[in-house]
Each structure stands twice: as structure tokens, then as C-alpha cells.
């Protein structure tokens, strides 16, 4: 699959702030830069919802500059990432570095609460 070509819901790339908002979460930005093709910080993966952090650092500068924050380094920003492990918003993937996977069905009903939940195998349903 090329994941390039890959639509994702409005919601994924139509936050309801304002373009360049400090307000951003980060798993937002993530797909942000997927989605416009930031291939030197950040790419798609092999499998659907993977992605690979092609230079830590440099996504961590982003991310800094995005949240007006210019300490931001990877540490900090990894910590961020684990923390959506326990909302099960995005998980590593085993033996892959720099490797997570979106939990797309989890970010729909974050965003969504209203919409009626989808079966566990099925990654989008009625958007």
C-alpha cells in the first residue's frame, strides 16, 4: 500500500483550531506532516496506520517550534508518545525503530464520541 495516497477522514487533517496553533496535539501534528510529505523527519510505514521517525531530532525541532517550546528535544517528545500508548491512541511496533502505528478506531471516538464504535477489526467505519 502506498500510504501517500491514502485519504483519512477530514477530521485527521481539519482541526477545529486555527493552522500553526499552540493548541495542536501531537498526534495531530504527526499526521499533519504525513500528510503534506515531511519525509526528512517523518514518513509512512510499510503497514496501514505505521509510521517511522526518520530523524528524531529533527521532528522534536518541529515539534518545539510548532508549541513554541525551543528545548523541545526527542526525549521529551517520546514521552509525549508513551503517553498515548495508555490511551491507546498510537502503540510501538515491536522490533521496529522508531516505529508507531495509529489506532485510528481510538482517534475516531476521541474525536467523535457520538459515532457509534466500530467492530475491533475494522481500522475506519461510517465517515
Same mark, same amino acid.
Given at each position: ?56 531530532e529533527r521532528l522534536a525541532k518541529l515539534?518545539?517550534?510548532? /508549541?513554541? #517550546? ?5 526525549? %521529551? ?8 500508548? &495508555?490511551?491507546?491512541? =498510537?502503540? /510501538?511496533? #515491536? ?5 508507531? %502505528? ?8 476521541? &474525536?467523535?464520541?457520538? =459515532? ?12
Open positions: 500500500i502506498n500510504m501517500t495516497s491514502v485519504l483519512f477522514p477530514d477530521w485527521a487533517y481539519k482541526p477545529a483550531w486555527s493552522p500553526g496553533s499552540r493548541q495542536v496535539q501531537l498526534w495531530h501534528f504527526l499526521l499533519e506532516l504525513l500528510g503534506r510529505g515531511e519525509g526528512g523527519a517523518i514518513t509512512w510505514g510499510s503497514e496501514w496506520g505505521e509510521f517511522v521517525i526518520k530523524d528524531p515539534w518545539g517550534e510548532r /508549541k513554541g #517550546k525551543p528545548h523541545m528535544n526527542y526525549d %521529551k517528545l517520546s514521552r509525549a508518545l508513551r503517553y498515548y500508548y &495508555n490511551k491507546r491512541i =498510537l502503540h /510501538k511496533t #515491536k522490533g521496529k525503530r522508531f516505529t508507531y %502505528k495509529f489506532n485510528f478506531n481510538k482517534l475516531i471516538l476521541v &474525536n467523535y464520541p457520538s =459515532l457509534p464504535t466500530c467492530p475491533q477489526d475494522l481500522l475506519v467505519c461510517a465517515i
